[in-house]
């Protein structure tokens, strides 16, 4: 876990738990719509894309299967209301 900010309990490859800065829990089942903060694959910076399914890499990094492709979480903010 060296490096990382946080520790990922990998959990079902369908549901994300996301806790807010308040303490808010929410589930989230795929599809999950995230947008692009940089470009990444086919995916240009500040498009909405829809992830299929979730899986945890090395480091407990947390990896988005969009589509055929698979890319770390950091290219991608979450679009959650609370």
């Not at 490096?3 to 089942?29: A, W």
């Not at 890499?57 to 609370?82: M, P």
Request: glycine residues 8%; aromatic residues 14%; contains cysteine.
């Amino acid at each position: 876990m060296k490096g990382n900010k946080y520790h990922v309990q990998f959990f079902d490859p369908h549901i994300l738990l996301v806790i807010n800065t308040n303490g808010k829990i929410r589930l989230l089942h795929t599809p999950i719509k995230v947008q692009c903060i940089e470009d990444v694959g086919m995916y240009k910076k500040g498009v909405y894309v829809y992830v299929d399914e979730i899986a945890k890499g090395f480091c407990d990094e947390l990896i988005y299967h969009i589509g055929e492709a698979a890319y770390y979480h950091k290219h991608f903010r979450l679009v959650a209301n609370f």
